[in-house]
């Protein structure tokens, strides 16, 4: 029952909203001193069916407060679903796949992926996996080393759902949230208390997707408004702004890794260009045509290997020369009919044989999806493949930041069934490693700050929590 405080968080959550429905700085206050009161009071090993009796106590008093429908039409979220909801992706995906048809060569089959065993995740016991580990990480576990200690700080300044969340790359303590509202919070979350710097407003539909520079210094949006904006975060203005097509709509974006002048944008029509940011015009043989909506784009590190996901399931991979500023050697790298490729992240990571590259995928229905990047060519080989809840949503994951033999090769991702999921890539079994329990809707993106202390996570109720890991 270590995560006994998460589960009894989420509770107060649920029924936050109906508190003071007009007084968002109470609600916010109101959680973090919940969070607080619960980490300062954990029971011994002993007491831990006391807590157990706390929770059941709260539900029925919380019910009884505020009404009984209100559980009632929220039971997806409730304690028990959660509990069931990988064992259910799992099932869901088991039918899914049955039915997933064959391939042309060179593109990677569903079931080519190592399916993992996620066994129900529980600190109270270790596996053998989890001692060496332990002996590598200093004498903690992952499961440890990834334990959290409660809620940082929770923002709720957006009106409608937080699309977004992203720690700055090379900044612990710069976050920026995107939502539906149509507007872009850059966030200070250190030192306490964490306060909002800009609230910056231009666009005048909802944001997509947004990213940031290496630099730190500007922030690239992508809007159902047919217009990219690209930001200046040391003043916190617009510097400029990228009309399309009326009705395009832009619905991702991400900067070149060594070159902030070229950003490449995806739109609702499968079209992927890349711009140059001091003209604010396209490049000329920079276009990808995808087979459906273009969703989501990323760079490898170095910028010659670019990724874009559509919505009828396929990843494109593109070969990008800077120097002559083309696109060349487009493949389709992988398919999956059934569903929607809805994030895309790469990481490289040193083994060793030298620098390998990964990429990170959650796809419709049910799928966190992890490939080996193979050279020069971007195709891909079946790594790793997880069960997440994700049954229409646009949800997107990560890796964690740190990457090393002592602290694993781990991602994080976001989940429909209102929790955030950590999990070991090299591990066999009990991959899980933590469950994070707080939201009260849909969440919908996750990002560690450059250190790990934190993380933050965002909802589809407009919720942001920054979880603070245990430093202990």
């Known amino acids: 029952m270590s995560n006994t405080w998460q589960v009894l968080l989420a509770l107060d959550a649920r029924y936050n909203v109906y508190r003071t429905p007009n007084n968002f700085q109470f609600k916010t206050l109101y959680i973090r001193r919940r969070s607080q009161l619960l980490r300062d009071n954990r029971p011994t090993e ?31 979220g409730s304690h028990a679903s959660r509990i069931n909801s990988i064992s259910e992706s799992a099932d869901s995906f088991v039918d899914w796949t049955r039915k997933n048809i064959a391939l042309p060569i060179n593109q990677i089959l569903i079931d080519d992926i190592p399916e993992t065993n996620n066994i129900p995740f529980s600190t109270s016991t270790l596996s053998n996996v989890s001692t060496t580990s332990r002996a590598l990480a200093m004498g ?17 300044h957006h ?8 720690f700055a790359p090379n900044d612990r303590s710069l976050l920026a949230t995107c939502g539906r509202d149509g507007i872009l919070a850059i966030c200070q979350v250190l030192p306490t208390p964490a306060t909002i710097i800009y609230r910056l407003k231009g666009h005048t539909a909802e944001i997509n997707d947004m990213q940031w520079s290496a630099t730190n210094d500007l922030l690239v949006t992508a809007s159902s408004d047919a217009s990219i904006r690209i930001w200046q975060i040391s003043k916190g203005k617009c510097m400029r702004v990228i009309e399309s097509t009326p009705g395009v709509e832009n619905l991702c974006c991400c900067f070149h890794p060594s070159n902030n002048n070229f950003i490449a944008v995806g739109n609702n029509r499968g079209i992927l260009q890349i711009f140059n940011v001091s003209t604010g015009k396209p490049l000329k043989n920079c276009v990808i045509k995808c087979y459906g909506r273009s969703m989501c784009v990323t760079f490898d590190e170095t910028g010659s290997i670019l990724w874009t996901g559509d919505d009828r399931g396929n990843i494109f991979a593109t070969l990008f020369d800077m120097t002559t500023g083309k696109l060349h050697s487009c493949k389709r790298v992988f398919s999956n009919s059934n569903g929607s490729v809805t994030s895309l992240s790469f990481r490289f990571r040193s083994t060793r044989d030298g620098r390998e590259g990964f990429l990170l995928a959650n796809v419709i229905p049910n799928l966190l999806l992890v490939f080996k990047v193979l050279p020069n060519n971007g195709k891909l080989s079946a790594r790793k493949r997880f069960s997440i809840r994700q049954k229409s949503l646009t ?22 069934d209102m929790c955030v999921y950590l999990y070991d890539v090299d591990r066999e079994i009990r991959t899980l490693i933590n469950k994070l329990q707080g939201h009260c809707s ?24 920054v979880w603070q890991r245990d430093s202990r």
């Open 442 to 465: 849909a969440v919908f993106d996750v990002s560690f700050n450059a250190d790990e202390s934190l993380l933050a996570s965002c909802d589809q109720q407009g919720l942001v929590i």
């Open 46 to 76: 002993n007491d831990v069916n006391i807590r157990k009796h706390y929770l059941k106590l709260r539900s029925i008093l919380l019910a009884s407060k505020y009404g009984a429908i209100l559980l009632d039409n929220r039971s997806n």
């Open 395 to 416: 949800i997107h994951s990560s890796f964690c930041p740190i990457i090393s033999p002592r602290q694993g090769f781990c991602v994080v991702s976001a989940s429909e």
């Open 140 to 156: 903690r576990s992952l499961e440890e080393t990834y334990a959290f200690s409660g809620v940082h700080h929770i923002f709720d």
């Open 159 to 166: 009106k409608g759902s937080v699309t977004r969340v992203q």
